[in-house]
């Protein structure tokens, strides 16, 4: 079984954010393969479901992004997950809009929600695919600080390039799946 985390923060007013786009991919992969996020536990929006040959949790944390970790722990319990068996969908400051990463493991790198997820499981070798947001311009040439940044929506110009990106991240789930971590990071990084 994998766990397959999106991180996003919960309610109408985060929906379709910059910071939500881990929640955006992880609906576009339900939609795909007809998993429900029917049920409500360990602190997180679930569902279960196949891709493929595999055996999957879809979850989406409700305790906001800098809880995540909470969810996520509880959730490795609930289903006996190892570290190694979990993929975590997140925004990206550092990476162009719409360029997308995959990593094997890492350290945080600035994000609230690895660095909730790395201290509640104790590990730092889980997965990720890391999807660009940008970052804002400085505040010198008139761009909004990044807390503004990550909780706005998307202009219409970034809207298209932010939506082939989440549909490339669920091709990247997929392949993930099915072929395995390292030849999906050779074939999409």
């Known amino acids: 079984m994998r766990l397959i985390i999106g991180l996003g923060n919960p309610g109408r ?105 790395i201290a509640s499981i104790g590990s730092m070798d889980f997965a990720r695919i890391k999807i660009g947001i940008g970052r804002p311009e400085t505040a010198m040439s008139g761009g909004r600080d990044i807390v503004d940044h990550v909780l706005s929506g998307f202009d219409p110009l970034d809207r298209k390039v932010a939506e082939e990106a989440v549909d490339r991240a669920a091709d990247v789930i997929e392949a993930v799946l099915e072929l395995g971590l390292e030849t999906a990071m050779n074939r999409f990084n």
């Open 13 to 117: 007013e985060y929906s379709g954010t910059r910071h939500n786009i881990g929640f955006t991919v992880l609906g576009e992969l339900a939609r795909r393969h007809g998993i429900n996020f029917d049920k409500r536990c360990c602190h997180s929006r679930a569902g279960e479901g196949r891709i493929g040959e595999h055996q999957v949790v879809l979850a989406k944390p409700q305790t906001y992004m800098n809880l995540s970790g909470d969810s996520v722990a509880a959730l490795m319990r609930k289903f006996k997950i190892k570290p190694s068996e979990i993929l975590v969908v997140h925004d990206d400051l550092d990476l162009p809009l719409g360029k997308l990463r995959i990593r094997s493991s890492g350290s945080a790198g600035g994000h609230n929600g690895l660095k909730s997820i």
